[in-house]
Protein backbone atom coordinates (compact mmCIF):
# COMPACT_ATOMS: atom_id res chain seq x y z
CA UNK A 1 0.00 0.00 0.00
CA UNK A 2 1.30 3.44 -1.19
CA UNK A 3 2.61 5.69 2.09
CA UNK A 4 -0.46 8.29 1.42
CA UNK A 5 -2.82 5.53 1.28
CA UNK A 6 -1.96 4.12 4.49
CA UNK A 7 -1.99 7.86 6.48
CA UNK A 8 -4.87 8.22 5.21
CA UNK A 9 -6.23 5.06 6.26
CA UNK A 10 -4.92 5.13 9.80
CA UNK A 11 -6.59 8.74 9.75
CA UNK A 12 -9.80 7.26 9.04
CA UNK A 13 -9.76 4.47 11.15
CA UNK A 14 -8.97 6.71 13.66
CA UNK A 15 -11.94 8.95 13.33
CA UNK A 16 -13.85 5.93 13.10
CA UNK A 17 -12.61 4.54 17.07
CA UNK A 18 -13.06 8.20 18.03
CA UNK A 19 -16.72 8.35 16.91
CA UNK A 20 -17.61 4.40 18.33
CA UNK A 21 -15.35 5.20 21.66
CA UNK A 22 -17.86 8.21 21.60
CA UNK A 23 -20.78 6.65 21.21
CA UNK A 24 -19.77 3.88 23.96
CA UNK A 25 -18.94 1.20 21.85
CA UNK A 26 -15.31 0.39 22.63
CA UNK A 27 -13.00 1.95 25.15
CA UNK A 28 -9.91 3.37 24.03
CA UNK A 29 -6.22 3.12 24.82
CA UNK A 30 -4.62 6.76 24.42
CA UNK A 31 -0.81 7.89 24.82
CA UNK A 32 0.60 11.08 26.80
CA UNK A 33 2.30 13.40 25.03
CA UNK A 34 5.20 11.62 26.73
CA UNK A 35 4.23 8.12 25.09
CA UNK A 36 3.14 6.47 27.95
CA UNK A 37 0.08 4.62 27.79
CA UNK A 38 -3.08 5.91 30.07
CA UNK A 39 -5.63 3.50 30.79
CA UNK A 40 -9.43 3.33 29.09
CA UNK A 41 -11.52 6.10 31.00
CA UNK A 42 -15.49 5.99 30.75
CA UNK A 43 -16.19 9.73 30.57
CA UNK A 44 -18.88 12.06 29.44
CA UNK A 45 -19.38 15.74 28.49
CA UNK A 46 -22.16 17.36 30.46
CA UNK A 47 -23.41 20.78 31.24
CA UNK A 48 -21.77 22.96 33.99
CA UNK A 49 -23.76 23.03 37.25
CA UNK A 50 -23.71 26.31 39.41
CA UNK A 51 -26.49 24.78 42.07
CA UNK A 52 -23.85 24.61 45.50
CA UNK A 53 -22.16 28.52 43.83
CA UNK A 54 -23.29 31.24 45.01
CA UNK A 55 -22.73 34.49 42.90
CA UNK A 56 -23.94 37.69 42.34
CA UNK A 57 -25.29 38.02 45.99
CA UNK A 58 -27.70 34.83 45.63
CA UNK A 59 -27.65 33.16 48.81
CA UNK A 60 -25.78 35.76 50.66
CA UNK A 61 -26.50 37.51 53.38
CA UNK A 62 -27.78 41.59 52.84
CA UNK A 63 -25.75 42.93 55.71
CA UNK A 64 -27.13 46.44 54.90
CA UNK A 65 -30.23 45.43 56.01
CA UNK A 66 -29.41 43.13 58.80
CA UNK A 67 -26.74 44.82 61.12
CA UNK A 68 -25.09 47.85 62.11
CA UNK A 69 -20.97 48.42 60.61
CA UNK A 70 -18.47 49.73 62.70
CA UNK A 71 -15.42 50.42 61.52
CA UNK A 72 -12.11 52.39 63.57
CA UNK A 73 -11.00 54.06 59.99
CA UNK A 74 -11.81 54.30 56.11
CA UNK A 75 -10.85 56.30 52.84
CA UNK A 76 -13.54 58.48 51.57
CA UNK A 77 -12.90 56.52 47.91
CA UNK A 78 -12.91 53.06 49.94
CA UNK A 79 -15.75 52.59 52.34
CA UNK A 80 -16.40 49.86 54.18
CA UNK A 81 -19.67 49.11 52.48
CA UNK A 82 -17.64 48.28 49.25
CA UNK A 83 -16.79 45.22 51.28
CA UNK A 84 -19.61 44.26 51.51
CA UNK A 85 -20.83 44.85 47.75
CA UNK A 86 -20.98 41.68 44.61
CA UNK A 87 -18.97 42.52 41.50
CA UNK A 88 -16.16 44.58 41.08
CA UNK A 89 -16.56 47.06 44.11
CA UNK A 90 -13.46 48.23 45.30
CA UNK A 91 -13.25 47.10 49.02
CA UNK A 92 -12.52 49.12 52.44
CA UNK A 93 -9.48 50.84 52.88
CA UNK A 94 -8.30 51.84 56.59
CA UNK A 95 -7.76 55.84 56.66
CA UNK A 96 -5.06 55.23 59.59
CA UNK A 97 -2.17 52.56 59.21
CA UNK A 98 -2.38 50.21 62.48
CA UNK A 99 -4.39 47.72 63.41
CA UNK A 100 -8.05 48.12 62.36
CA UNK A 101 -11.03 46.63 63.37
CA UNK A 102 -14.89 45.71 61.24
CA UNK A 103 -17.81 45.02 63.74
CA UNK A 104 -21.07 44.09 62.68
CA UNK A 105 -24.09 44.48 65.26
CA UNK A 106 -26.51 42.68 63.62
CA UNK A 107 -30.35 43.97 64.40
CA UNK A 108 -31.72 40.26 65.44
CA UNK A 109 -29.37 37.08 65.78
CA UNK A 110 -28.33 35.35 63.08
CA UNK A 111 -27.28 31.82 62.25
CA UNK A 112 -24.74 31.60 59.87
CA UNK A 113 -23.00 28.72 58.15
CA UNK A 114 -20.46 30.31 55.40
CA UNK A 115 -17.92 33.19 55.91
CA UNK A 116 -15.74 34.39 52.96
CA UNK A 117 -13.16 36.65 53.13
CA UNK A 118 -11.05 38.32 50.39
CA UNK A 119 -7.71 40.30 51.00
CA UNK A 120 -5.90 42.07 47.96
CA UNK A 121 -2.73 43.93 48.20
CA UNK A 122 -0.64 44.94 44.92
CA UNK A 123 2.12 47.40 46.24
CA UNK A 124 3.14 46.66 49.30
CA UNK A 125 5.17 43.01 50.78
CA UNK A 126 3.86 42.76 54.51
CA UNK A 127 2.60 39.95 56.57
CA UNK A 128 -0.93 40.28 57.70
CA UNK A 129 -2.62 38.70 60.92
CA UNK A 130 -6.35 39.15 60.90
CA UNK A 131 -8.60 37.91 63.99
CA UNK A 132 -12.22 36.76 62.70
CA UNK A 133 -14.32 36.19 66.24
CA UNK A 134 -18.14 36.55 67.60
CA UNK A 135 -20.12 36.96 70.46
CA UNK A 136 -23.97 36.20 70.94
CA UNK A 137 -24.29 38.24 74.13
CA UNK A 138 -23.93 41.65 72.23
CA UNK A 139 -20.16 41.72 72.76
CA UNK A 140 -19.88 40.79 76.23
CA UNK A 141 -17.49 38.17 75.27
CA UNK A 142 -16.48 36.67 72.21
CA UNK A 143 -15.24 33.52 70.82
CA UNK A 144 -12.50 33.16 67.95
CA UNK A 145 -13.26 31.89 64.87
CA UNK A 146 -10.24 32.31 63.33
CA UNK A 147 -6.63 33.63 63.98
CA UNK A 148 -4.54 33.25 60.29
CA UNK A 149 -1.12 34.97 58.75
CA UNK A 150 -0.94 35.93 55.65
CA UNK A 151 2.20 37.08 53.51
CA UNK A 152 1.90 39.51 50.30
CA UNK A 153 4.52 39.77 48.30
CA UNK A 154 3.65 41.55 45.24
CA UNK A 155 3.52 41.27 42.26
CA UNK A 156 3.21 37.34 43.41
CA UNK A 157 1.16 36.85 46.05
CA UNK A 158 -1.47 39.44 46.04
CA UNK A 159 -4.63 38.00 47.13
CA UNK A 160 -5.73 36.01 50.10
CA UNK A 161 -9.55 34.43 49.89
CA UNK A 162 -10.16 32.66 52.95
CA UNK A 163 -13.69 30.40 53.11
CA UNK A 164 -14.86 29.11 55.96
CA UNK A 165 -17.67 26.38 56.68
CA UNK A 166 -19.17 27.11 60.42
CA UNK A 167 -22.37 26.62 62.45
CA UNK A 168 -22.82 29.80 64.30
CA UNK A 169 -26.18 29.91 66.37
CA UNK A 170 -27.51 32.84 67.53
CA UNK A 171 -24.78 35.90 66.37
CA UNK A 172 -25.86 39.38 67.82
CA UNK A 173 -21.86 40.45 66.57
CA UNK A 174 -19.17 39.46 64.21
CA UNK A 175 -16.08 40.92 64.46
CA UNK A 176 -12.74 41.01 62.30
CA UNK A 177 -9.40 42.75 63.82
CA UNK A 178 -6.68 43.28 61.04
CA UNK A 179 -3.27 43.96 61.78
CA UNK A 180 -1.62 44.64 58.39
CA UNK A 181 1.94 44.26 58.70
CA UNK A 182 2.92 42.31 62.07
CA UNK A 183 6.29 43.47 61.88
CA UNK A 184 4.98 46.81 63.33
CA UNK A 185 5.92 48.61 60.18
CA UNK A 186 3.48 51.56 58.91
CA UNK A 187 1.02 49.44 56.40
CA UNK A 188 -2.99 50.56 55.78
CA UNK A 189 -5.44 47.32 56.52
CA UNK A 190 -7.96 46.79 53.58
CA UNK A 191 -10.83 44.33 52.88
CA UNK A 192 -11.49 43.76 49.45
CA UNK A 193 -14.59 41.53 50.44
CA UNK A 194 -16.92 40.22 53.24
CA UNK A 195 -19.63 37.69 52.54
CA UNK A 196 -21.86 35.40 54.78
CA UNK A 197 -24.27 33.35 54.54
Request: proline share 6%; charged share 20%; with cysteine.
Amino acid sequence: MPTSSKVAFRILSQASCFVLYALGKISAQRESPNGSKLGAMRKRLITPTTQDILTHGEGWLDVESAAIVEVTSEVQEFPVESAFSSGSAPGWRAAMPGPQTIRLVFDSPQTLRRILLVFEENETARTQEFVLRWSSDSGSSFREIVRQQWNFSPPGSVREIEEYQVQLSAVTVLELIINPDISGQVAHASLKNLRLS
